[in-house]
């Protein structure tokens, strides 16, 4: 997550023929069996527990690590597999979704920046689905920086703040929603001109 240098879209990924059962694949489904553990956290004594609104932190750090390691070592140890490119999506989504939807529940974020957020995130997945045999589109250097911030920005509201330090987390959160806006946007372009230029492949 912290990795700013572009690199390819996962989607496209050549696949290997590594057995399934391998240690992304293993960290990728860690990051998806955390999302219910997260949740009941988030949601215990109705988000009014300081003690667990940190547990929940915790675990959304760990499972974010997860998707910071999953890829790298796919990539660089030849154990890229069809599961591991369809489950890699999924467990994202299914994290920050539930964290987003979570944080809205409980009032800590307002709807529709949850809405506009998940919008762009299954958007650009599609996207990369549209316009993969026409090529790749290149994660850019906003893009990370987004899945950074926006990290950073979920895991501070759901910790127990108030005052000075919640207007912080806020204000990260809004960092990350004007970084989301500004990079689907520029995935859009990318993918029409992908198609327009592009032959299949």
């Known amino acids: 997550m912290t990795h700013l240098e572009p690199r390819s879209d996962p989607i496209a990924d050549p696949v290997t023929t590594v057995s399934v059962w391998n240690i992304a694949n293993g960290l990728t489904m860690l990051r998806l069996v955390l999302v219910p553990f997260f949740a009941a956290a988030l949601f215990h004594t109705d988000g009014h527990s300081g003690a667990w609104r940190a547990v929940a932190c915790v675990i959304f750090a760990v499972a974010s690590l997860t998707d910071l390691v999953d890829g790298d070592l796919a990539r660089k140890r030849g154990l890229i597999t069809e599961f591991g490119k369809l489950a890699d999506p999924i467990a994202d989504k299914a994290l920050i979704g539930t964290a987003l939807v979570g944080l809205s ?95 299949l492949a």
């Open 105 to 199: 529940m409980l009032r800590e974020l307002a709807w529709w920046v949850t809405v506009v957020i998940l919008v762009r995130e299954v958007g650009v997945t599609l996207l990369r689905f549209w316009v993969i045999r026409h090529g790749v589109i290149a994660a850019s250097r906003g893009g990370k920086l987004k899945t950074m911030v926006q990290a950073w920005a979920i895991g501070l509201l759901v910790l127990p703040l108030s005052g000075t330090w919640h207007a912080i987390a806020t204000g990260v959160m809004m960092a990350a929603l004007v970084l989301t806006v500004l990079t689907g946007l520029d995935y859009i372009v990318r993918a029409f001109t992908l198609r327009r230029t592009r032959p």
